[in-house]
């Protein structure tokens, strides 16, 4: 890890592809700070962190940890340790979701994955080491309330174990081959992707002044509706956008037998699901006011997003 950084605050007066981007160039910036340096020992496994972190993604869930930021008036800093911490534990989903014992695949945005790039071995330990490094920078971060603090560790841990992500991308791997109904398959998703991006929401508000017990009810049934929709527009473009689009294997859900919404609902009601979910989202917004601002335009992205 390299020396103090300074810390550059994104203007709300801007555009949203402008905050979006600045937004993207900050957390960049603060992941390659947080993480190891590629020349320190052990230099090939710092090398393969940095690879599967750096460089790729639409980082939407530091996205939304800095969108949620904004109701609650959140100090730069801390989102952007919060949002590092977040993207950590999504880059190292997607390694190990990558393997040959998970979905293998040999591509991940528009590059080979970690395990082609590097071995399988490599790529379980980069897996272990990211996780292991979000908690690190969370439980060192300045955020001037242990118990809130706590609170926040203990949020993103249940949102990446057994009882969140690496739940549901059981229960993925159980369903291949077989039929879910719409709420069985709610759940998969509400736990694979959804509880990430829930945490990512509910981890950026608590970087700020306390919401009321109404507004976290609202600020929670937006990140539920908000994960579900990213989920189904994600089946949606698997079946409709190529892989250079993508970055990834383009129609590797269908090709394995996954059940997906597509495959439940058929492509026109998955859109008419996502459509309904965009607009749940955002209904749960509304007492929030100008401060809804970039979760609403963050939500239409999502919704349409092409890749």
Not at 80 to 103: G, K, Q, T
Not at 136 to 152: K, N, P, V
Not at 169 to 190: F, T
Not at 302 to 307: E, G, N, P, V, Y
């Amino acid at each position: 890890m390299s020396g103090t950084r300074p810390l550059r605050a994104v203007s709300r007066e801007s555009s949203f592809p402008e905050w979006m981007r600045s937004v993207q160039a900050q957390v960049e910036a603060a992941l390659a700070h947080g993480l190891p340096s590629g020349e320190a020992i052990p230099a090939r496994l710092h090398r393969a962190m940095r690879y599967a972190s750096l460089d790729g993604g639409k980082r939407v869930r530091p996205l939304l940890v800095f969108a949620a930021g904004e109701l609650t008036d959140a100090p730069c800093e801390r989102l952007e340790v919060v949002a590092s911490a977040v993207e950590l534990i999504h880059s190292y989903s997607l390694v190990h979701d990558d393997l040959p014992c998970m979905d293998d695949d040999v591509l991940r945005r528009g590059r080979p994955t970690c395990h082609v790039e590097y071995d399988e071995a490599t790529a379980l330990l980069v897996g272990d080491s990211l996780q292991s490094l979000a908690f690190e920078l969370l439980a060192r971060a300045d955020i001037g309330d242990h118990g809130r603090q706590l609170e926040m560790v203990r949020l993103l841990a249940r949102a990446s174990g057994s009882c969140g992500m690496a739940g549901g991308q059981a229960i993925d791997l159980e369903s291949v081959g077989k039929s879910l109904n719409q709420p069985e398959l709610e759940l998969m998703h509400a736990l694979k992707t959804g509880a990430l991006i829930r945490a990512a929401v509910l981890l950026g508000a608590l970087c700020g002044d306390a919401l009321s017990i109404p507004e976290n009810a609202s600020l929670d049934r937006f990140a539920k509706r908000a994960g579900l929709l990213f989920q189904v527009v994600d089946d949606i473009l698997d079946c409709t956008a190529s892989t250079a689009t993508l970055g990834k294997t383009a129609g590797k859900d269908a090709a394995a037998e996954k059940p997906t919404y597509v495959s439940l609902l058929g492509l026109e009601r998955a859109r008419e699901l996502a459509a309904d979910l965009q607009t749940q989202a955002l209904e749960a917004l509304s007492q929030f006011g100008e401060r809804r601002r970039r979760l609403i335009e963050l939500t239409e992205f999502i919704a349409r997003r092409k890749f």
